[in-house]
Nanobody
């Protein structure tokens, strides 16, 4: 069973930054898609960023391009989400996810099937 371990959420003022971390088991990390999703109260969960760990190709939702960066550290089996210039509308529960996804297109958000527990991001104005 794949288990993901998340950390890094917190409360920041608008314009602030956070770095979220997600660690995956070493026997499943290589050559998979890993992604970050978020869910605001009353809204559906949405994919915000994905990365193919076998080559580093990244994907972003339009709403976060230029502000969020997904990256990986293969030595630590860890994927990060650097979130900058945070806006109140960025607030919500952020989830790490993983999966073996067709053609390694990691923006196929509906195809992720392993999930972390979530980490809360709060943004005050």
């Amino acid at each position: 069973q794949v288990r993901l371990v998340e950390s890094g959420g917190g409360s920041v003022q608008a314009g602030g930054s956070l770095r979220l971390s997600c660690a995956a088991p070493g026997d499943t990390y290589s050559s998979i898609c890993m992604g970050w999703f978020r869910q605001a109260p009353g809204k559906e969960r949405e994919g915000v960023a994905g990365i193919y760990t076998g080559g580093g190709r990244t994907y972003y939702a339009d709403s976060v391009k230029g502000r969020f960066t997904i990256s990986q550290d293969n030595a630590k089996n860890t994927v990060y989400l650097q979130v900058n210039s945070l806006k109140p509308e960025d607030a919500g529960m952020y989830y790490c996810a993983a999966g073996w996804i067709w053609r390694n297109i990691c923006s196929r958000w509906d195809d992720y099937n392993y999930w972390g527990q979530g980490t809360q991001v709060t943004v005050s104005s």
